[in-house]
């Protein structure tokens, strides 16, 4: 088994039998189990929404076009009631991300940069050298709100004490909300080192200038709704899907197909553009 699946698996092991041992004797451990699940499956597919499908391929790389209000409403529920992530600086660094690549200016990781150091960087990334993040939609109330510092702190006191309400037991709220960060620094690393390291995954375009690559095991797919197909993305970023041929397991754009079918996104011109090396024969949206 490959490093990365081993790791993500024995956290999401250790995260059950620590939801198992540490649910108080009223819940029980099959309670706290289902508790702890049930806490991890809504944040994941919450934030794997917010961030992949709608921050990174609506906004950073403007391939997918959502209705305002629910970009809105997904950034206020994911920053409010899940995992923290600054949606402005974010974007800023992504798009610094792509522009340099493993590269000086690349906030996330440079070439020589190992796990240790990578790790370091997904919580105290290089500073963002310029600001590439000027979209209309960030002048908005919701995005000021969400990006102010003091609301990062509130929101995440909020939503760690409303978790302590509901289960009434402060040891087995930290479990299961620091557990699951845990989790979700394991889903950074995924982009930010393993797929940034020809070590590790696939390439299916030999692009000199990056390390990216893509990494298309079940996990880390399904985890990152499908943004470890870093050297698919990479070759192609303004692209509105990540996966070149129908053979790849892509979670992300299934997600944007159903929501699409709801009515609450579509493709950009530049999004729906087939790029002429990609294997596909129909952008598939
Ligand atoms: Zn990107």
């Not at 709608?54 to 076009?65: E, F, N, P, S, T």
Request: charged share 15%.
């Amino acid at each position: 088994m490959k490093i990365y699946n081993l790791a993500g698996w024995a956290l999401l092991l250790v995260y059950a039998l620590a939801c198992m041992y540490f649910a108080p004797p009223e819940i029980g451990p099959w309670l706290g189990l289902a508790i702890g699940a049930a806490y991890a499956v809504v944040c994941w597919f919450i934030g794997g929404v917010y961030l992949s499908c709608v921050i990174h391929m609506g906004i950073a790389h403007r391939a997918l076009d959502y209705k305002d209000w629910f970009i809105k409403t997904i950034t206020v529920v994911n920053n409010t009631f899940g995992v923290y992530v600054n949606p402005v600086s974010w974007v800023n660094r992504h798009r610094l991300h792509h522009k340099f690549s493993d590269h000086p200016g690349d906030p996330n990781k440079l070439a020589a940069d190992g796990f240790w150091r990578t790790l370091y960087l997904c919580l105290m990334p290089y500073k963002a050298t310029t600001n590439m993040a000027d979209d209309e939609i960030f002048k908005s109330w919701s995005f000021r709100l969400v990006s102010n510092p003091v609301f990062s702190v509130a929101a995440q006191v909020f939503n760690f004490a409303l978790l302590w309400l509901l289960v009434r037991d402060l040891r087995f709220a930290a479990v299961i909300w620091l557990g699951f960060r845990a989790f979700a620094l394991w889903i950074n690393m995924i982009q930010n080192y393993w797929t940034h390291d020809r070590r590790f995954g696939y390439r299916r375009y030999a692009d000199e200038h990056d390390n990216a690559m893509n990494i298309g095991e079940w996990l880390p797919v399904t985890a990152t709704f499908s943004a470890c197909l870093q050297n698919n993305h990479h070759h192609s970023p303004g692209f509105l899907r990540l996966s070149h041929e129908e053979w790849e397991y892509d979670l992300g754009f299934a997600t944007v197909r159903v929501m699409k079918a709801l009515g609450l996104v579509r493709a950009t011109n530049k999004g729906a553009m087939l790029p002429k090396d990609v294997p596909l024969t129909a952008v598939g949206l």
